[in-house]
């Protein structure tokens, strides 16, 4: 089985100190490939490249949490969700506001990664400010240098770079009724015409999550850097 993914997002996936695939999503992939009886086919590309890959049939599917939004309904189908990650707004230390809703201003800069879900919840709640988007860390960095006012990102990539950054912070951490700006659930994308194997991998992800497996996966390897436990460099 061929799968896409974008091993530069830890702890979801990413490389280790020996250059190999780690995390959340590489763990799943082997697991399936498993259950399949298949050699895994871990093919990783930048992120832009990973949706119109799977449509052709380049890939068979993709792993690094994609969000069922409804505009990619028109060529994918998509499984149940398998992980959930919380937007929270990284700002400057010193930022003043208490509510990520102050930062809806004219004059205000916020950037989000390009292509995800980010981008396009920023844009909805964002509508008076002005929005940038750019890969991570990049828009991440622009806070750090006070280029911009903020950048809308998940709570396991966030954090850690606050952790690591002291001139940020996630805005309103941890009230997360003042600070979490959206909830996305990573979902598996699936070709329109695989039905089968999207019934398939649905009936897959229900049965780990039903015996705590995927919670437990969870718990071990993305919510340490949720907490502020793990930095990663």
């Known amino acids: 089985i061929t799968i896409a993914s974008t091993l530069r997002y830890p702890p979801q996936a990413y490389r280790d100190e020996n250059n190999e695939p780690a995390g959340y999503d590489p763990e799943l992939m082997q697991m399936l490939a498993k259950d399949l009886e ?77 292509g995800a879900t980010p981008e396009y919840t920023a844009r909805e709640v964002f509508p008076k400010a002005e929005i940038v988007p750019l890969k991570i860390p990049e828009c991440m960095m622009e806070v750090a240098a006070g280029r911009a006012d903020g950048s809308l990102v998940t709570d396991a990539t966030g954090m850690p770079f606050a ?16 600070g979490v700006v959206a909830r996305e659930w990573g979902c598996i994308p699936v070709r329109k015409d695989e039905h089968s194997f999207l019934h398939y991998l649905d009936s897959w992800l229900k049965w780990y999550w039903d015996r705590g497996t995927l919670p437990a996966m969870i718990e071990r390897i993305i919510a340490p ?5 793990v930095t990663w460099g």
């Open 38 to 114: 298949v050699e895994l086919d871990l093919v990783d590309v930048e992120w832009a490249a990973i949706l119109p890959g799977v449509a052709s049939g380049k890939y068979d599917i993709a792993m690094i949490a994609v969000a069922n939004k409804p505009s990619r309904l028109v060529t994918f189908e998509f499984t149940r969700g398998y992980v959930h990650h919380d937007q929270w707004l990284l700002v400057a230390a010193d930022e003043t506001a208490t509510d990520w809703r102050e930062m809806n201003a004219e004059g205000k800069k916020i950037t989000a990664q390009i």
């Open 163 to 178: 952790k690591e950054h002291p001139e940020v912070k996630l805005l309103a951490w941890p009230d997360a009724d003042k």
């Open 225 to 229: 850097s949720r907490r502020g436990e």
